[in-house]
C-alpha cells in the first residue's frame, strides 16, 4: 500500500535550516502533485508549499523566498529545504499525496486540492 514516511525534523535556532524528506512507497512514483503541510499546537493545519505534476510549485504566503520544494523521482522522496527558520515554522510537518495528475492554474489552489495519502509527519522546534 501507498506509504510516505518523512523525515529530517529537529530543534533549530531561529535563523536556521533544516532539510524535510518525505519518502514515498507503495506506488510508481511518478508524477503526482504532492505538497507540504504542518500543524501548529492548537492550530488548523495549513499547507506550505506543493509540487504539480509538471513540476511547477506554489508556496504559502508566509514562506515564500525560504522554503524550496522539490521532488527526486528516481529516489522516490519528497524534499522540503526550510532556510532563514523563524519560530513561528514550529510545527509538525506533514507530507501527502494526491489522487491523480493535476497542473497548477491560478484558477485552483494547491492546498485545497484533494490529498489520498499522507505521512506520519515530523516535528520541526525552531526556539528564538
Known amino acids: 500500500q501507498v506509504q510516505l514516511v518523512e523525515s529530517g525534523g529537529g530543534s533549530v535556532q531561529a535563523g536556521g535550516s533544516l532539510r524535510l524528506s518525505c519518502a514515498a512507497s507503495g506506488y510508481t512514483y511518478s508524477n503526482y502533485y504532492m505538497a507540504w503541510f504542518r500543524q501548529a499546537p492548537g492550530k488548523e493545519r495549513e499547507g506550505v508549499a506543493a509540487i504539480d505534476s509538471g513540476g511547477s510549485t506554489r508556496y504559502a504566503d508566509s514562506v515564500k523566498g525560504r522554503f524550496t520544494i522539490s521532488q527526486d523521482n528516481a529516489k522516490k522522496t519528497l524534499n522540503l529545504q526550510m532556510n532563514s527558520l523563524k519560530p513561528e515554522d514550529t510545527a509538525v510537518y506533514y507530507c501527502?499525496?494526491?489522487?491523480?495528475?493535476?497542473?497548477?492554474?491560478?484558477?485552483?489552489?494547491?492546498?485545497?486540492?484533494?490529498?489520498?495519502?499522507w505521512g506520519q509527519g515530523t516535528q520541526v522546534t525552531v526556539s528564538s
Open positions: 501527502a499525496r494526491g489522487g491523480g495528475w493535476v497542473y497548477f492554474t491560478f484558477r485552483n489552489d494547491p492546498f485545497k486540492l484533494e490529498y489520498k495519502y
